[in-house]
C-alpha cells in the first residue's frame, strides 16, 4: 500500500464521521466478565476504535441457540446490563445513545455513539409486548431473526451452510414490525431469508437496512442479497452494511492476493447496484466473541478479514487506491449510516 493512500485514508476517518453498524460487543463483554473479565471495552477494543476514529458503533444483543428458548430473554436483559456496566469507567470516550439529541451530543464531545440493535427477537418468545420493554431499556433497532425460525420470522441458513430455507414472516412478524415503526426503531434484515425479505418489502412502511450482508453475485451465500434486493432496499432509502466475514465475502482469486481485496470488489459493487448513498460498514468481527464463549471443542476458525478496527483505515485507503472517488468512500465509511440513523431516532 502505498504511503499516500494511508495518509488519505487517515484524513478522511479523522475528518468525516466513522460508523460500524453491527459488531457483537454487548454478547462478548457478557461473556468475557461471566469469567471474570472487567473493562472488557477498554482493554480489548478502545484503542483500535481510536485508530478507526470510530464515531457510532451498533451492538448487537445475540443470543445463541444453546440458550433458547429458556434462557433467551435472561441472556438478552443480562447482555445489555453487562454493556452498560463494562462503559461506565469510560462514559467519557464512550455511551449508549438512544435517541438523536443524545447521539449529536456524543459526536459533538467526541465520545463513540453505541447503539443497541436485537438480533432477533427470540429473547420475546411469542410475547410481542416485551419488545415495549427492550425498547425502554435502550434498544433502537432488530431483526426479527437470526439465521433460524422463530415465532416471527423464518431466518436464512447459517453463513457456513448453503441452502435456502422455506417460510417467510408470520402474522406475530408483521405485528412486530408495525410496532417497531410506532416505537421508532428500525429494522434489520440481515439474516431473514428471501421469502421473508419479500414479505418485510409488502408490509414495511419504513426505510429498512440490512446492517451486515453481502453481495449475492460477488459470492453466492444465502446470507447475501440477490442484485433485485439491492435495488429494492436502496430504492426504499434503506442501507446496506458491508460484511467482512470472508464466508460472506468470499475467497480472492488467487491471482489477486489478499481477502482484504475481496472486500473491496463487495464494496464496489454494493456501490454500483445500491448507489454510493446505501452502502455503509457492518463489518460483523466475530472473533472476539467466538473466542470468548465456551464450547466443548475450542478449535475454530476466525473467519474476519480485518482483524479489528483499527485496519478500517488500511481497508479504506485500498479502496481509494483502487479509485474509488473521495465523496463515495466519505458516505461508506460512516455518512450513509449515520444520516439513516438519525433520521430514525427520535
Known sequence: MEEVFLEWAEMIHRE???VDAHFDLAAEVYERRLAG????????????????????????????????????????????TALKEDLESIRDEICIVTGK?????????????VLLCL??????????????????????????????????ATGCCKAGEYQEIPGGI??????????????????????????????????????????????WEVWPNYRNLTDSQIRELAKREGVIGLNACALLAGKPDPASGTKLVQLCRQAEY?????????????????????????RIHFE??????????????????????????EETVVGLIGGNFLRYFRSRLS
Open 16 to 18: 468525516n464521521p466513522v
Open 37 to 80: 473479565e472487567r473493562e472488557v471495552t477498554k482493554r480489548r477494543y478502545l484503542k483500535h476504535f481510536r485508530e478507526a476514529g470510530l464515531n457510532v458503533l451498533v451492538s448487537s444483543v445475540y443470543v445463541s441457540d444453546r440458550d433458547l428458548p429458556e434462557l433467551g430473554l435472561r441472556k438478552a436483559l443480562g447482555q445489555i
Open 101 to 113: 439529541r443524545e447521539l449529536d451530543q456524543a459526536l459533538l464531545e467526541n465520545r463513540i455513539a
Open 119 to 152: 438480533e432477533g427477537l427470540d429473547p420475546l418468545g411469542n410475547d410481542l409486548s416485551l419488545l415495549r420493554t427492550f425498547y425502554d431499556l435502550g434498544v433502537r433497532g432488530a431483526g426479527l431473526t437470526w439465521s433460524r425460525r422463530n415465532a416471527f
Open 170 to 215: 408470520t402474522e406475530l412478524g408483521k405485528e412486530a414490525i408495525a410496532r417497531m415503526e410506532e416505537l421508532g426503531m428500525y429494522l434489520d434484515v440481515s439474516h431473514l431469508n428471501n421469502a421473508g425479505f419479500e414479505d418485510v418489502c409488502a408490509c414495511a412502511r419504513q426505510p429498512f437496512i440490512a446492517s451486515h450482508s453481502d453481495a
Open 270 to 294: 454494493l456501490v454500483g447496484k445500491a448507489g454510493e448513498e446505501h452502502v455503509g460498514f457492518g463489518f460483523d468481527l466475530c472473533w472476539g466473541l467466538s473466542e470468548a464463549t465456551p
Open 300 to 325: 475454530t476458525e476466525n473467519d474476519d478479514i480485518l482483524a479489528h478496527h483499527g485496519e478500517m483505515v488500511k481497508f479504506t485507503a485500498m479502496l481509494l487506491s483502487r479509485g474509488m472517488r
